[in-house]
């Protein structure tokens, strides 16, 4: 029978029930975003949800922001970091939870200042620190202005209006609240010991400030000579011939510093043979190392002439090669066989372990006393705040050249500059054995990107190793018991703190485990001042730094700023300060004239500051605004602490995640964070790091004029961040393609409720229901939506976009509204069936938008009002909702009948089946086809099945899987369906009895 007649074959499209939505398929993210970000803010979507949470008395999930650095636009890595916190932010809300947010900013230090200066030239050399630090705080406030709305346009949600920024006065009383209890509990010194020391910057550094890079260097074997007859195991004869011992440096600029060589007591060391200038003399080498030593003047591998310990070494006096200084042989049980001579050059001065070494074996230097590179003089060895180790010998100054202690023709010489003069004076003098140029990775500061040097220099530091009464404790370490801060910090990554991913344990334990003590003291202007107070010239004692005066500073500090320390006096400084009440102030304070103190010029290291925001922050200067911690019994504790969350990049493990943890267990006995997350670098493609020089770095302003914020957020969404990630444009593009996808199912959605009012066309649920393909849909959308509710609340933010994007795109477009497509079309509007899968589609969409909102916030709530039917300037959000609670829907699940996941199972063989015989039998449509498959199928609607596969009819029982080729049948013109039910009807037209029915005919 013919397929056509002779009427219009396009009669009947307007009876169909086409789709119609006002959520187009064009997303236009870049125009439409902005509009959505303003009708947020008019809305006051932030305090509208922060009233309604505490309003349900919803349960705290307190998280807290580590702060960015206010300093330039930013890139990738804050689209990545700020996108993720904001997914736990938005996520916890929609979780139910009260999820307050202050975002912060770095805004004191170095980068911040070294640009100002830049930009100042000349005219900084005249200007009061006073004037810097406000040249400063306007640049910062620049930078911060510009971040934040960069990070609200990749739709990010949080308290914008008043967020934290160290600079403020009410952050500094916080900071110095917490170092007034370091101060308190007696972990606070001074101390004249190496650090990591910026030359370009003339300040010190912490280990988080640097980044490592190739450099080249001289590596040098030199020989020190040993004093006669030193060695008393050794035979005279030995004694006719001079004998030196070796070592080996890549810093040669630090001889002049030498006071010691180190050995190691039980490793063996041997005398070998060799010609110095024309004549035979031994030297000294590990036995373990010797060939390869010998090697690189071409020096054949030889037995030693004697051999001996380690400790027949020690004591041993040698002659320095171009001072005239004798210093002794040491041990040391850091001296490795790994590389060099096995005897190691040692200067206390520029070296942690050198440092230790010269401490443990009073290394002393003669020449004078040192003193810091602010002219004070350190007070002895026996004050509270530890000693000053005056002998510890440093010839080189802050700007990175030498002192008047070191021979003439080195003084005041560049020490970089001064390696050449060095090695040539060594090679003229007969003292040099090898020299040569390598390339190995070296520290430079972080920001200037120069070299950096280990150097003496007189600070304050936060002793790890010091001794102090723990407040909390466990069956391990009971309260008030006492700890070291180190083990403290130690037991609390290893037991009480969870990270993910769970490598992030073994290396904050490792750093903690090889941390020097803190320095937390910095040679800048732009910064928080350290608040000590010195005794006036001509007077004695230990510098006023007590826990009473640093509070009473702080005070000053929270009403003024930390600009009062250049403006202020001492006494207006230490207004609400009492000394004779303070049982730990010095002595010659109360003889003293407050107006007579002499104010500190050092600032805090920044990392000490941000390390403090668990304090400044969540328990004082913006506590209310946070939702409050509740104990095991669900009663409220007085502040936000500690945090639910840390989230930052895998680098804080040395940075703000240590540097939190280390203060907050000296205070409180416990950590400030109870979970910690951290995530990879961005990376290209090809795993190189992104950077303007290499021209591989993305823009995410470009981006966000490309893509728009929630392709760039679904694609942050779909990363694997627990290592480095790599990005591309590419990559960008494809996360454009799956949120076309995502968003063309939600449209579809949407488009087939437009006559749907859920009040009065909702479908009731009964058991006559189970078998349908409505149910089934329901059940699989209720264990959809309880996955993405779990990783929300797990942060596994790449299971939520697989599970988003494989629901929309395979369970709902690829099958269920596949199947479904015909009925929606073409049933009566208000049939049963119809409304069941207008009910079913109605209550997965409502769903779908919540599960979508945290991840493409103007997206979900685009569709939000159009599911509402709310117009553009109406009050809905769907982010002022929480996530499907899936109460009803599930009773809905439970009615689906266990058979649809066989027949689930066995649909890709029946497609299969059904795409082999269309090739074979050259059909183009199959609904020009029929299916009969094994099974019991009774009690399901044959229709649904057929619609399930997209073929006509549908017969179950058979003895194996056939496709029927029905185009010898008649077909409707309105649905081109064979289903053994078409005839010409009374308009003359071919239509199934179902079409008939929805038409009346």
């Known amino acids: 029978m013919s397929d056509t007649t002779t009427q219009d074959p396009k009669r009947y499209k307007k009876t169909l029930n086409l789709p119609k939505t006002a959520f187009p398929m064009k997303a236009n993210l870049v125009q439409n975003e902005p509009a959505s970000m303003k009708r947020w803010e008019k809305l006051d979507v932030y305090g509208k949800l922060r009233a309604k949470r505490k309003a349900d008395a919803a349960p705290p999930f307190v998280f807290h922001d580590g702060p960015p650095y206010a300093n330039g636009d930013i890139h990738l890595g804050h689209l990545l970091n700020k996108v993720l916190k904001d997914l736990v932010v938005r996520s916890q809300n929609m979780l139910g939870k009260d999820c307050p947010y202050t975002p912060g900013w770095d805004c004191h230090g170095l980068p911040i200042e070294h640009k100002v200066m830049q930009d100042l030239g000349d005219q900084a050399r005249d200007m009061e620190p006073i004037q810097v630090r406000r040249k400063c705080k306007t640049y910062a406030e620049k930078f911060v202005k510009l971040q934040k709305g960069q990070m609200q346009r990749l739709l990010t949600m949080a308290d914008y209006d008043d967020p934290y920024l160290t600079m403020l006065p009410k952050y500094e009383q916080g900071v110095l609240e917490v170092f007034a209890g370091l101060v308190d509990k007696g972990l606070v010194f001074r101390q004249l010991k190496p650090v990591h020391w910026s030359i370009a910057n003339q300040t010190a550094l912490a280990e988080a400030e640097l980044e490592y890079y190739d450099k080249e260097d001289t590596s040098v074997f030199v020989m020190f000579d040993a004093e006669p007859y030193g060695i008393k195991c050794l035979p005279e004869e030995v004694w006719k011939h001079d004998v030196s011992f070796m070592i080996w440096t890549t810093t040669p600029w630090t001889l002049p510093a030498n006071m010691a060589v180190a050995v190691h007591e039980r490793a063996d060391y041997g005398l070998y043979e060799i010609n110095r200038n024309g004549k035979a003399c031994f030297v000294v080498l590990a036995t373990e190392l010797a060939t390869q030593v010998l090697a690189k003047e071409g020096l054949p591998s030889e037995k030693p002439r004697y051999t001996l310990k380690g400790s027949d070494l020690v004591g041993v006096r040698y002659h320095h090669p171009f001072i005239d200084r004798v210093s002794p042989v040491v041990s040391a049980e850091y001296v490795s066989m790994e590389d060099g001579t096995g005897l190691v050059h040692t200067a206390p001065g520029h070296g942690a372990e050198d440092y230790q070494t010269g401490q443990k074996f009073s290394l002393r230097f003669e020449g004078r006393r040192n003193t810091g590179d602010n002219g004070q003089v350190a007070w002895g060895d026996d004050d509270k705040f530890g000693k000053m180790n005056p002998t510890v010998y440093c010839p080189v100054k802050a700007d990175g050249t030498y002192d008047d202690t070191v021979p003439d023709w080195l003084k005041g010489q560049h020490i970089f500059k001064a390696n050449e003069q060095v090695v040539d004076h060594l090679r003229a003098s007969g003292h040099l054995f090898h020299a040569n140029r390598f390339m190995h990775s070296y520290p430079h500061d972080w920001r200037g990107k120069k070299p950096v040097i280990f150097r003496a220099t007189e600070q304050w530091f936060v002793g790890v190793d010091k001794t102090f009464e723990c407040l909390a404790g466990d069956a391990q370490r009971p309260a008030g018991s006492p700890t070291t801060l180190r083990d403290a910090a130690m037991h609390e990554a290893a037991e009480r703190v969870k990270f993910l991913p769970e490598w992030g344990r073994n290396r904050m334990r490792g750093m903690l485990e090889s941390r020097p003590d803190w320095c937390i003291s910095r040679q800048r202007s732009w910064g928080l001042p350290i608040p000590a107070f010195f005794p006036p010239e001509g007077t004695g004692g230990e510098p006023l730094l007590t826990a009473a005066s640093v509070r009473a500073v702080g005070e000053a500090f929270g009403k003024h700023g930390s600009d ?438």
């Open 564 to 1001: 009062a320390w250049f403006v202020a006096t001492p006494e207006q400084l230490l207004a609400s300060y009492d000394a004779t009440a303070d049982p730990d102030a010095p002595q010659w304070v109360q003889s003293t004239d407050l107006k007579q103190l002499v104010r500190g010029t050092d600032t805090f290291d920044v990392w000490f500051e941000s390390g403090s925001s668990w304090n400044a922050v969540m328990r004082h200067g913006w506590a209310d605004k946070q939702a409050k911690q509740v104990d095991t019994d669900g009663k409220q504790l007085p502040g936000a602490f500690p945090t639910d969350l840390y989230l930052e990049g895998s680098d804080q493990h040395r940075g703000w995640f240590q540097h939190s943890l280390l203060p907050a267990v000296a205070l409180h006995g416990q950590s400030p964070f109870k979970t910690v997350l951290t995530h990879g670098f961005m990376v290209d493609k090809d795993g190189r790091k992104m950077s303007k020089s290499e021209g591989n770095a993305l823009k995410v302003e470009k981006l966000m004029e490309q893509f728009g914020a929630d392709v760039a957020r679904w694609w942050v969404c779909s990363l694997n961040t627990d290592n480095d990630i790599k990005a591309d444009l590419s990559f960008f593009q494809l996360a454009g393609e799956e949120y076309r996808k995502v968003r063309n199912t939600l449209r579809f959605l949407l488009s087939n409720l437009d006559d749907f009012d859920p009040k009065q066309d909702a479908h009731t649920w009964t058991d006559a229901d189970a078998a349908s393909i409505d149910c089934w849909a329901m059940e699989a959308y209720v264990a959809f939506a309880e996955k993405v509710k779990a990783d929300f609340d797990a942060f596994n933010f790449r299971a939520v976009s697989r599970a988003l994007f494989n629901f929309c795109n395979d369970t709902l477009s690829a099958v269920y509204l596949f199947a479904v497509k015909d009925r929606l079309y073409c049933d009566a509007p208000g049939s049963a069936r119809r409304r069941r899968t207008q009910s079913a589609i109605y209550r997965i969409a409502s769903g779908l938008i919540r599960l979508l909102g945290p991840v493409c916030p103007h997206t979900a709530d685009e569709a939000w009002r159009v599911l509402h039917g709310s117009d553009k300037d109406g009050g809905d959000c769907v982010h002022l909702e929480t996530l499907p609670s899936c109460t009803g829907c599930g009773a809905i699940a439970s009615l689906a009948d266990p058979r649809w996941a066989e027949a689930m199972a066995q649909r890709d063989g029946w497609m299969k089946a059904i795409e082999d015989q269309r090739k074979a039998l050259g059909v183009d449509n199959p609904l020009d086809l029929g299916l009969a498959v094994p099974g019991d199928f009774a009690g399901y609607d044959p229709a649904d099945l057929a619609d399930l596969c997209g073929v006509s009819r549908f017969v179950g029982g058979a003895d194996t899987t056939t496709v029927t080729d029905l185009r010898t049948e008649p077909r409707c013109e309105r649905s081109w369906k064979r289903d053994g039910t078409v005839r010409e009807r009374s308009d003359g037209g071919l239509l199934s009895d179902r079409d008939a029915a929805a038409l009346g005919v």
